[in-house]
């Protein structure tokens, strides 16, 4: 599970492994842009139901911890996806990687 430290919060956001390495791809992009905008979740099981939104804006600090030493291959529809969301008024809404790859 991977964990992403974002500004002065003391507990992380946890994210799978590979879903924050394509999250990493989609932020670092906006980021770089000086482009601000929200990330939604759903919370993870084990933790109370519902659902978590941030702003993300590139003079807030972040930091991407992942438990795998290893990056995964990255898979281009679903940077393009959680790109095309985060270029929307909702933001990135962080889906499963459930995309047809025919």
Do not use: C
Not at 63 to 81: K, M, N, Q, S, Y
């Amino acid at each position: 599970m991977g964990m992403l430290y974002y500004g002065s919060a003391s507990e992380p956001i946890q994210i799978e492994d590979r879903a924050l390495a394509h999250l990493k791809v989609v932020i670092a992009t906006k980021l770089r842009r000086n482009e601000s905008f929200t990330l939604s979740w759903r919370h993870p099981d084990g933790d109370d139901p519902g659902r978590s939104t941030i702003w993300l804006h590139p003079s807030i600090p972040m930091r991407f911890v992942f438990d795998d030493p290893e990056p995964p291959e990255l898979h281009g529809e679903w940077i393009t996806a959680m790109a095309n969301s985060a270029n929307s008024s909702g933001g990135i809404t962080l889906v499963p990687e459930d995309l047809e790859t025919d």
